[in-house]
């Protein structure tokens, strides 16, 4: 099994575990040591590399509702840095829990996306500075993945404070 380098991103990680392990305290419970283990943010990351026996670079991110982009521009550096490897990027994220629901405008639905990237043709993303446009309501994960699918031509998507752009190219 080759090495592989990785890219893992999520917006809140793995934010219901630690909710769930916060509520057996608040209980007087002590919290289960798998829940613990496995709540910090990295924790898919060394999953992933202790199943495949891999010691190659990995990189767990979350970077608010742009945490797919930054994880694709993470990629991007290293492809440009090593343009004969692949990275394989995952970004998995879920709805935040009930409890910190108030706290986002989004509600962005349990999905996952991997990719396996190469450098070379494909996908071009560009962005700038949101200065004039409200945050679009689809997560950029979900319009990627339909523009990869062929049910979106181009892509366009605004966050709080990035507005994304990207189309294919040859």
Do not use: C, K
């Not at 026996?53 to 090593?82: C, F, I, K, M, N």
């Not at 639905?109 to 689809?138: C, D, V, Y």
Request: glycine share 6%.
């Amino acid at each position: 099994m080759p090495s592989l380098p990785t890219v893992f991103a999520s917006r809140h990680g793995e934010l219901s575990r630690t909710v769930g392990i916060l509520h057996a305290l608040a209980a007087d419970e002590a919290p289960s040591p798998t829940a613990f283990s496995l709540s910090v943010h990295n924790s898919a990351a060394g999953i992933h590399a202790i199943a495949r026996a891999d010691h190659s670079p990995a990189t767990a991110l979350a970077a608010g509702e742009e945490t797919l982009l930054w994880a694709l521009q993470d990629a991007a550096v290293r492809l440009a840095a090593d343009p004969d490897s692949a990275i394989l990027l995952v970004y998995a994220d879920e709805p935040l829990p009930g409890e910190y629901q108030a706290f986002s405008a989004s509600r962005e639905p349990a999905h996952a996306i991997a990719l396996l990237l190469r450098s070379g043709a494909g996908l071009r993303l560009e962005w700038n500075e949101n200065t004039s446009h409200q945050p679009s309501r689809e997560p950029l994960s979900l319009m990627l993945l339909a523009h990869l699918l062929g049910r979106q031509e181009d892509i366009v998507w605004h966050g709080e404070r990035l507005s994304v752009h990207g189309h294919n190219h040859v």
